[in-house]
């Protein structure tokens, strides 16, 4: 090759041309056994079944080549099938920009929204695959840190060791186009070790691992789009239709960096936590307590010794009704809770007053499904021991003044827990604010896993309170003849907890603060909005709970079918309702009803998912008139 071969004009003589430099990588790539031409990453070599074609020169994953008749054809979905509403033309916008960049460099934009269509130009020819960060050593027990983890350069730009295939090195390349080498400094960590026994250094790598972790600029300010792609199980079809989740009320979907994180914890993390001088035993027990930190910054709690972690909100109650309450109620005493609650916040209360012969007294609501503040200053009195209500109901959606409640009890001279769990998803908690005694809440009603939940107390309300369950992990020193118990918050987590959802808990509330809740609350509303002014005109619909302030909840009756006739007919369509009593049959009642259809929303779902469901219920309505 001849000089002139990689001179460009305009670049000083004797610099090589970067295309040359691409052209001769390239052709290298193209070399190597199970690279495509282009170089970078694998082209798939599973083969396409029978019927399937692929679009022109695309070499990902095949589309039918038939659509199912009456299934929406792949792509129609990226068309509003009705005029967009302000919510999600705002939300909307940004989606049209490139958001994020994939692990093959290919920016995440437009085309990745349409439905089975991954074969996308460039997903096989732009990009490296990201090589992991060298190992560093793992710090546990010995107090020393990882040496110069202080100041560690970084390059950001060496994806492969060019050296390793004849190429020039990269400081040869650097040298000879004259360029500074681009490189991110890490932050000096910071003094000190919150957690158990490991040093914070080693937080965000375990033997050169990187733990999975979100960018912190992951989206522009709000982008149902962007959104929706974090979200994998939105991708699947029921009844060869794109599935729409509108049962958020009864669980949520998870985002891949929870799926990610939890795992990460079974592949490199997994052990018991706390009594164990190993190295899993150290990242373990990092992981678990720095889910705890993020639970209190979360709710804004004052300390982690306020925060209990339990299998949910319904044991979260019990353990309260069963500690706090089994200590403190007494004959004559009495409980009030109001006429919205979910069964949880009910019949512990009932049992508990059943065995102390206390007695439950209720808040009534309104025709509107509003608790009624004046009849509940009538309910307290000096027998009143604690007041326990929802913030949001999961039946109808009300969002209640806990505020003013709580702040009413304390005047009273009672204690007060805050049912959290239908709020925390939808609107910013702060436990100090609130005032609240205990407030409770589940991981898996805010984008986390199942079978963790959380109690906050105030510090010196759990250290009154005596252990609910015995066993390993909650004890300081047992003999034959007595036992000393931990201090709150391990005094109530006896045995072995569930220590990879805390940990998936986590990641989703370090998740929903990337996004803002208060943009989530914002779009939420104005998304509610929208459905309420559709579906409330369609002839025998009637509407449910319909207070001034709510949440994302739009329960409804149709006259002249059972609620479980619409739910089927729903899911025919792929939208997923809950239909039945929602665990909640007194607030049904009070309005001659035994169940309901519960659409209930998240900050995940679209306008046009609302007008799909818009349009089943008008075919229904429109067959019995």
């Given at each position: ?330 004959p004559g005493d009495e409980i009030i809770v109001s006429h919205l609650e979910h069964h949880a916040n009910i019949v512990p209360w009932q049992q508990l007053a059943s ?271």
């Amino acid at each position: 090759m001849s000089t002139s071969d990689v001179l460009s004009p305009g670049l000083p003589p004797g610099l090589p041309d970067p295309a040359a430099i691409a052209r001769l990588a390239g052709e290298l790539f193209s070399a190597l056994p199970g690279l495509s031409a282009a170089g970078g990453v694998p082209v798939p070599a599973n083969p396409h079944p029978a019927g399937l074609s692929l679009p022109p020169g695309v070499t990902g994953p095949a589309t039918p080549a038939a659509v199912p008749f009456g299934a929406v054809p792949p792509g129609a979905n990226l068309v509003p099938t009705s005029p967009q509403a302000p919510a999600n033309m705002l939300a909307s916008a940004p989606a049209l920009r490139p958001h994020a960049q994939a692990p093959n460099a290919v920016p995440d934009h437009l085309l990745s929204a349409a439905p089975a269509y991954d074969g996308r130009a460039g997903t096989h020819a732009i990009g490296v695959p990201p090589v992991p960060a060298a190992a560093a050593p793992y710090y546990f027990l010995d107090g020393g840190g990882i040496p110069g983890r202080d100041a560690v350069d970084v390059p950001v730009d060496d994806r492969v060791t060019t050296q390793s295939f004849g190429l020039p090195g990269n400081d040869v390349l650097r040298g000879l186009l004259s360029e500074e080498p681009r490189r991110a400094t890490l932050p000096a960590e910071p003094a000190g070790a919150p957690f158990y026994f490991i040093d914070t250094s080693a937080e965000r790598t375990h033997n050169g691992r990187e733990i999975p972790q979100a960018s912190s600029s992951a989206h522009p300010p709000f982008d149902v789009h962007a959104v929706r792609r974090d979200f994998p199980i939105l991708q699947e079809r029921v009844n060869g239709r794109q599935l729409v989740w509108f049962d958020n009320a009864a669980t949520t979907h998870k985002p891949q960096s929870v799926i990610d994180r939890i795992a990460y914890f079974y592949a490199h993390e997994n052990s018991n936590i706390h009594r164990a001088a190993h190295e899993l035993a150290a990242r373990a027990t990092d992981a678990y307590e720095k889910a705890r930190e993020t639970v209190r910054r979360f709710i804004g709690a004052s300390s982690t010794e306020e925060i209990i972690f339990v299998r949910g909100t319904t044991e979260a109650i019990n353990l309260v009704a069963k500690s706090w309450g089994a200590k403190h109620i007494g004959p004559g005493d009495e409980i009030i809770v109001s006429h919205l609650e979910h069964h949880a916040n009910i019949v512990p209360w009932q049992q508990l007053a059943s065995e102390k012969g206390a007695k439950i007294r209720v808040i009534p609501v309104d025709d509107s499904g509003q608790v009624l503040l004046d009849e509940y200053q009538k309910l307290l009195n000096d027998r009143t021991k604690i007041v326990s209500v929802t913030q949001v109901s999961n039946a109808l959606g009300t969002v209640v003044p806990v505020r003013e409640i709580v702040e009413m009890a304390h005047r009273a001279g009672a204690r007060a827990l805050v049912d959290g769990a239908q709020s925390v998803s939808h609107m910013k908690v702060d436990v100090r604010a609130l005032d609240a005694d205990f407030f409770v809440l589940s991981g898996h009603k805010i984008f986390g896993p199942t079978g963790i939940g959380v109690v906050y107390g105030k510090r010196d309300v759990l250290a009154d309170m005596p252990p609910w369950q015995g066993g390993g992990n909650m004890i300081a020193d047992v003999t034959f003849e007595r036992t000393v118990y931990h201090a709150p918050p391990t005094r109530f987590e006896a045995g072995t907890g569930n220590i990879a959802d805390a940990v998936g808990l986590g990641a989703a509330l370090e998740y929903v603060e990337r996004i803002g809740i208060e943009n989530i609350g914002r779009y939420e509303h104005a998304l509610l909005d929208y459905a309420t002014h559709h579906v409330k005109p369609i002839p025998g619909v009637r509407l449910v709970g319909t207070a001034k302030d709510k949440a994302s909840v739009l329960s409804f009756v149709l006259d002249g079918y059972t609620t479980e006739e619409v739910g089927k007919a729903l899911n025919q369509e792929g939208i997923a309702v809950r239909t039945g009593h929602h665990c909640a049959q007194p607030i049904l009642r009070r309005f001659g009803l035994e169940t309901t259809v519960r659409p209930s929303l998240a900050f995940y779902n679209t306008c046009e998912e609302v007008d799909r469901l818009v349009t089943v219920v008008r075919r229904l309505s429109a067959a019995r008139r």
